[in-house]
C-alpha cells in the first residue's frame, strides 16, 4: 500500500474521546509523497474507499469498526517553513505547534491539525494557497477552492489575518452569523450537563468531553439530548460538528 500498514488498529488509540471499541480495517501511514500515490492508487484499483484521519483528529469515536483504509499522513506532511509569502505548513502539522512557529496566537489552544482546520473551514480566510491532490497528481492552486475529490496536503497561510479557531471537542458548528452558539446553549440553560461519563465541559457548553469510560452510545446520546433542549428552548437546530473520523473517499 505504499506506507506502513496495520490491519485492525484500535480507533480509540487515535482519537481524543477514546472510548471507541472498534478497529479500522487497515491503517496506513504515508511518509511523502510517493508512498501517498502508490497507497491511493493500490485503494483505486481494489476500490477500497479511503478515510483521512489526521493526527488527534477532532472526532466522534463510532460504536464499531470502520471498513476500508484509514489513512495517516505522516513525517513528510509535518513541515512548517517561512516563506516571502507567508507560512508553508503540511496538513499533519498541529494547530497547536503551528502557534508557537509562527508566532500566531490565535491558534494556541486549538485542537486537531491543519488538515482539521481545513475541513472545519475557519482557516480558509488565512489560506494564500493550497498543494493537493487531485486525480491522478499533485497541483498547487490559489486559496483553498472547494473540491470533494481533492485531498489538501500542505498550504501557504498568513498569520496576520483573523481567524476564529474551533475549540477541541466542540460538538456544534456556529448556528449562523446573527447567533453565536455557546450564547445560544446559555439561553437553554445547559452546563455542566453529564450522561454517566459524558459530559459537557464546565467551562464551556459547547464542548464534550469523556470523563472516563464514556460509550460512542453514551457521547451520542448526550448530543442528541443538548440539540433536543436548544430546540426546545430557542427553536434552533444545531448542526453537529463531531463526526465519525476522516472523511471516505476515492482520490
Request: positive net charge; charged residues 30%.
Given at each position: 500500500?505504499?506506507?506502513?500498514?496495520?490491519?485492525?488498529?484500535?480507533?480509540?488509540?487515535?482519537?481524543?474521546?477514546?472510548s471507541s471499541p472498534g478497529t479500522f480495517e487497515?491503517?496506513?501511514?504515508?511518509?511523502n509523497d510517493e508512498a501517498l500515490v502508490a497507497t491511493l492508487r493500490a485503494a483505486r484499483a481494489e476500490k477500497v474507499a479511503v478515510r483521512v484521519v489526521p493526527p488527534f483528529g477532532d472526532a466522534l469515536p463510532p460504536e464499531g469498526g470502520l471498513p476500508g483504509i484509514a489513512l495517516r499522513l505522516g513525517a513528510g506532511f509535518e513541515g512548517i517553513e517561512k516563506t516571502d509569502s507567508g507560512w508553508k505548513v503540511g496538513a499533519a502539522v498541529p494547530l497547536?505547534?503551528?502557534?508557537?512557529?509562527?508566532?500566531?496566537?490565535?491558534l494556541r489552544f486549538a485542537g486537531g491539525t491543519v488538515g482539521d482546520a481545513l475541513l472545519?473551514?475557519?482557516?480558509?480566510?488565512?489560506v494564500v494557497s493550497t498543494r493537493r491532490f487531485r486525480g491522478r497528481g499533485f497541483e498547487t492552486v490559489e486559496g483553498c477552492p472547494p473540491e470533494p475529490k481533492a485531498l489538501p496536503v500542505e498550504v501557504v497561510v498568513n498569520p496576520a489575518v483573523s481567524v476564529k479557531p474551533c475549540r477541541a471537542g466542540t460538538a456544534f458548528t456556529e448556528p449562523g452569523k446573527r447567533t453565536?452558539?455557546?450564547?445560544?446553549?446559555?439561553?437553554a440553560r445547559l452546563s455542566e450537563v453529564r450522561l454517566y461519563d459524558a459530559a459537557l465541559a464546565e467551562d464551556d457548553a459547547a464542548v464534550i468531553v469523556n470523563r472516563?469510560?464514556?460509550?460512542?452510545?453514551?457521547?451520542?446520546?448526550?448530543?442528541?439530548?443538548?440539540?433536543?433542549?436548544v430546540r426546545i428552548a430557542t427553536g434552533l437546530e444545531l448542526d453537529e460538528r463531531l463526526v465519525a473520523p476522516g472523511r471516505a473517499g476515492r482520490w
Open positions: 500500500m505504499g506506507g506502513l500498514c496495520r490491519e485492525l488498529e484500535p480507533i480509540a488509540r487515535h482519537l481524543p474521546l477514546r487497515r491503517w496506513v501511514e504515508v511518509a497547536a505547534q503551528l502557534a508557537v512557529r509562527a508566532g500566531w496566537h490565535a472545519d473551514g475557519w482557516i480558509l480566510p488565512a453565536e452558539l455557546r450564547a445560544t446553549l446559555r439561553r472516563g469510560e464514556a460509550t460512542p452510545k453514551q457521547l451520542r446520546l448526550l448530543i442528541q439530548a443538548v440539540r433536543e433542549r
